[in-house]
């Protein structure tokens, strides 16, 4: 581990995660920040509800990772994974394009089963980061029914792990429907971590299905508006690491690149960082109130993690410091 809790022992922070790029940043802020300093709150829209049993890829992607459950070389799903249960429902000529390992498939049980029995979403994570030990808060972004869903140029309409998952990531999208109801309101907890946390990060998730999602939530993106916000970029060169947000962008007529996400994002945001592949691209940005770093944004281990969230937590405090009155 590259740094020393104690050193950002009086920092609180919160921060908006989507699935596997926003839970290895995750990891990295939860070794850098002391036992109880850090709140992640993490996109829903993906949640759906597979053989009967409702599953929360996103959430569970950062509580693996947070507890170092997490496959290291898939960043997704469970390390040391067995598959008995898929390759049985494979036979019996069940549908399979969604991959549930044996370990993965006790969690929906309990979830399934906690959840019907009358506990919330957010009490559910909470129960299972404590039988994990996890040292950090992870919350849902909200308790109610929240989804995003793809929408084709033709108007096809896909839940977004359909998309994601069953279909590849082929489809050209044209657009997103996010399905709520007017009620809906962020977890509890979610809105009193951001009031109290000195630095709001996003991680960096696809802005368009895992971070905006949490945005969309009453009361977050006015929250935002007066703390101190920054982003770390998931494009790198114009590509994404993992995942299709690059992809979303061409097809939504944006170039894909680390300007385009700070564009997508600044009217809240106090600081940007961006990978150094990306610096000339930054060369002639001028922006008064949004400064920038640029890093390696790469995560390829637990090194890398940490080193990252040492980087972002130093530069937050910079941008806290300036803000200040």
């Known amino acids: 581990m590259l740094t ?6 009086a920092f609180k922070v919160a921060a908006l995660a989507g699935g596997v790029g926003g839970a290895k940043l995750a990891r990295g802020l939860d070794q850098a920040l002391p036992p109880g300093n850090l709140t992640i709150i993490v996109n829903t829209g993906d ?3 597979h053989f ?6 996103d959430l569970d992607s ?4 947070l507890a170092g459950l997490a496959d290291p070389v898939k960043g997704w799903g469970r390390s040391d994974e067995t598959w008995n249960s898929y390759a049985e429902l494979a036979e019996l ?3 399979t394009w969604f991959q549930l390992g044996d370990k993965d498939l006790a969690l929906h049980l309990e979830r399934t089963r906690l959840l019907q029995a009358g506990w919330s979403l957010s009490a559910v994570t909470r129960h299972f980061c404590e039988r994990w030990g996890v040292n950090s808060r992870v919350l849902p972004m ?5 989804r995003t869903r793809v929408r084709t140029p033709e108007g096809e309409l896909l839940d977004f792990q359909e998309y994601f998952v069953r279909e590849k990531c082929a489809p050209v999208i044209a657009g997103f429907d996010f399905l709520y109801a007017e009620d809906v309101q962020p977890a509890p907890g979610v809105l009193p971590a951001l009031d109290e946390a000195d630095l709001v990060v996003l991680c960096p998730s696809n802005p368009w299905v895992s971070i905006d999602p949490i945005l969309r939530l009453p009361g977050i993106r006015e929250t935002l508006r007066e703390k101190t916000v920054l982003a770390v970029s998931p494009i790198i060169q114009g590509k994404t690491v993992k995942g ?4 979303m962008f061409a097809e939504l007529g944006i170039t894909p690149s680390s300007l385009s996400v700070l564009t997508h994002y600044e009217d809240f945001l106090d600081g940007f960082v961006f990978d150094l592949l990306d610096g000339e691209l930054f060369h002639n940005h001028e922006s008064q109130r949004i400064i920038l770093l640029g890093t390696q944004t790469l995560m390829k281990n ?12 130093r530069f937050g405090e910079q941008l806290i410091v300036r803000k200040a009155p």
């Open 62 to 65: 950062v509580c693996y990772a």
């Open 142 to 146: 909200t308790d109610g029914i929240f």
């Open 52 to 57: 009967g049993l409702q599953i929360s890829p």
């Open 244 to 247: 299709p947000a690059a992809k």
């Open 302 to 313: 637990d090194e890398d993690k940490a080193r990252l969230a040492a980087e972002v937590l």
């Open 47 to 49: 949640d759906f509800v």
């Open 93 to 95: 000529g069940a549908p």
């Open 4 to 9: 020393d809790s104690k050193e950002f022992s």
